[in-house]
């Protein structure tokens, strides 16, 4: 008897169709994030750092899905010496728009606070060697309802489930020997 339970039980599980579960970014449309300012894993040019202007470089955002209700964007260091740095990020980016131009922000928009404590961008700004600065952009299919003193966390937190689609821009920095 009990070969014949273990035997059923084997056959039950064999027959059950098994579906993947699926991961957070499958079906989200890949979103083309570039800008005139550098290349995708080139350097960004001084003017976008702690030791120039200091001001967003112009960011082109293409392939917006259709139903896109909102962008938002999230510019972090992964390289940092604490771990990752945040040093943008903005949220009910109208999805109209395809450029960011620089030093702006989208009627709108709004910012969150980076880690340097600050509702504005804050440029690159490694204390030494070549860190990696990613530009990520997120369509999503609703408007977030965060108050302008929300964290990249806080924004992650909102867009769980709401992601349509998404790109990514990569440039690098590296302070001149002479921190300039």
Known sequence: MRNIMIFLCIACMVSIPITPVMSANQGTVKLKLSS????????????????????NPPLMIDNIPKGTKSLALIVDDPDAPVGIWVHWVVWNIDPSIR????N???????????DFGKNAYGG???P???????FKVYALDTLLNLPPHARKADLEK????HIIGQGELIGTYKKSRFGF
């Open 99 to 102: 450029e960011i131009k620089e």
């Open 128 to 134: 030494s060697g070549t860190h990696r600065y990613f």
């Open 124 to 126: 690159p700004c490694p």
């Open 104 to 114: 702006f922000l989208p009627q709108g928009a709004i910012q969150g606070i980076n």
């Open 158 to 161: 909102a867009m769980k489930g």
């Open 36 to 55: 005139t300012a550098f290349k995708e894993h080139a350097s960004i040019p001084k003017q976008y750092t702690c030791n120039g202007k200091d001001v």
